[in-house]
C-alpha cells in the first residue's frame, strides 16, 4: 500500500514538473523557433514548418483570413525575402501572454538583415499552442511593432 501511495505521488509530481516545463513557450521560442530564422542560406522550410500546426490560420494586413499549409507558406514567403536581399533574422524581444494551460499569445520583435539595405525591424504575433506536448504555431499575423515594444 505504501509503495502505492508513493509511486502515485512521484508519477503526479513527475506530471507536474513536465507540465509546467512546457507550460511556458518562451524557452522553445528562443532555443527552437528563432534559430530557424538566423541564416538564410542555411534555411530549411521543412524544418520551420515543423513548427507550425497544419493548418496556419494566417491573418493578413489587409483583413483576409487564410488557412494555409506551412511548408507552402514559408516556402513563399523566404522566396520574396531572398529576392529582396534577406540574409538572416534574429530575434531581439518578445512578449506573451497566457490564454490558458495550453495556449499563449506571443510577440516577437525581429531584426531582419539584408545584403544590400540597412537592417530592419519587423514584429509578429502568434498564437502558440501545446499540442502533444509540442509547442505549434496555430495563428500567425505581421503586426505593427509600436504599440508593443
Same mark, same amino acid.
Given at each position: 500500500m505504501t509503495h502505492r501511495i508513493m509511486r502515485s505521488a512521484l508519477t503526479t509530481l513527475c506530471m507536474f514538473i513536465t507540465v509546467?516545463?512546457?507550460a511556458d513557450p518562451e524557452k522553445w521560442v528562443r532555443e527552437v523557433y528563432a534559430p530557424h530564422w538566423?541564416?538564410?542560406? $542555411? @534555411?530549411?522550410?521543412?524544418?520551420?514548418?515543423?513548427?507550425?500546426?497544419d493548418p496556419l490560420? +494566417?491573418?493578413?494586413?489587409? /483583413? &483576409? @483570413?487564410?488557412l494555409? #499549409?506551412? /511548408?507552402? +507558406?514559408? &516556402? /513563399?514567403?523566404? #522566396? $520574396? +525575402?531572398? *529576392?529582396d536581399g534577406w540574409t538572416a &533574422? $534574429?530575434? *531581439?524581444?518578445?512578449r506573451?501572454?497566457? !490564454?490558458n494551460a495550453y495556449t499563449w499569445t506571443l510577440y516577437v520583435l525581429w531584426d531582419d538583415e539584408y545584403a544590400d539595405a540597412a537592417p530592419e525591424q519587423s514584429c509578429s504575433w502568434y498564437l502558440a499552442s501545446l !499540442?502533444?506536448?509540442e509547442w505549434k504555431i496555430t495563428?500567425?499575423?505581421e503586426v505593427d511593432c509600436s504599440g508593443i515594444f
Open positions: 509546467t516545463a512546457l538566423e541564416d538564410a542560406a $542555411s @534555411f530549411e522550410v521543412d524544418e520551420a514548418a515543423a513548427s507550425y500546426h490560420a +494566417w491573418h493578413q494586413a489587409d /483583413g &483576409t @483570413f487564410t494555409v #499549409e506551412p /511548408g507552402a +507558406w514559408i &516556402t /513563399g514567403l523566404v #522566396e $520574396s +525575402w531572398r *529576392s &533574422t $534574429s530575434m *531581439s524581444d518578445l506573451k501572454q497566457q !490564454i !499540442i502533444d506536448d495563428a500567425y499575423a
